[in-house]
């Protein structure tokens, strides 16, 4: 099983709609990324999360840390906002270890 | 300021050739990291660099090496390509080796070994 899950892995959505991306992971983290990969490959950070909720324009990530669960939310959602969404962890203990969930996969349709 | 920069963007190998993967990043940053991207899964860490004159292994290491050149420059070797190292590697950035840090990646060398 993979210490990071994402949900869903494709996600089609019609422009305006409001969009939520789910990332569950089964470690204790000290800190979680979401990252946005465009096609053509470039990713850009979104958020460092540790604790609580963040907001960002359209964009508004929370989590859990009781429940191992971060959300990621796109109000009012454009094609511009096609990209893949990324979820990364820290786990614990002494090494580095950045722990990159597969991604879903998000289409705005006009 | 160019942000990270990664040269060669595609490259085709033949088994057993060697190449180096270059980045260069202009934001004065601390800690560099090699990743590699496969469909179907995650980005995964193959080395990092906290500082410059420190290199460290992460997640998928084997059939590389790395140098950190200067403060600037983090190069990725393959020293005989095999075709399980096909992939999109991505080089990143960030300020230190906290991971709270956030990291800027490279638009990515897109590699093929037949």
């Known amino acids: 099983k993979n210490e990071v899950e994402q949900s869903p892995q494709n996600l089609t959505a019609q422009e305006g709609e409001f969009i939520t991306i789910n990332c569950s992971y089964s470690v204790g983290i000290s800190a979680l990324h979401w990252l946005q990969q465009h096609p053509g490959g470039g990713i850009v950070s979104l958020f460092m999360l540790s604790s609580g909720k963040k907001k960002h324009g359209r964009l508004i990530a929370t989590i859990n840390i009781q429940e191992k669960h971060s959300s990621l939310h796109i109000t009012a959602s454009h094609p511009r906002d096609s990209a893949v969404y990324i979820c990364a962890v820290l786990s614990g203990g002494s090494n580095y270890k950045l722990t990159f969930g597969k991604g879903t996969l998000l289409t705005v349709n006009p | 300021n160019a942000g990270v920069t990664q040269t060669p963007k595609f490259q085709v190998l033949k088994t057993g050739q060697s190449m180096t993967l270059q980045c260069a990043q202009d934001?004065?940053?601390?800690?560099m990291y090699w990743y590699r991207q496969d469909p179907g899964m995650g980005l995964r860490l193959i080395y990092y660099?906290?500082?410059?004159?420190?290199?460290d292994k992460g997640e998928v290491p084997n059939g590389y090496n790395v140098s950190r050149l200067n403060k600037r420059e983090f190069s990725l070797r393959l020293e005989s390509a095999a075709p399980s190292q096909t992939s999109v590697y991505f080089c990143a950035s960030s300020d230190y080796l906290r991971l709270t840090d956030t990291q800027y990646f490279g638009p990515g060398t897109r590699l093929t070994v037949l």
């Open positions: 660099s906290a500082s410059e004159g420190t290199t």
């Open positions: 934001m004065n940053h601390n800690s």
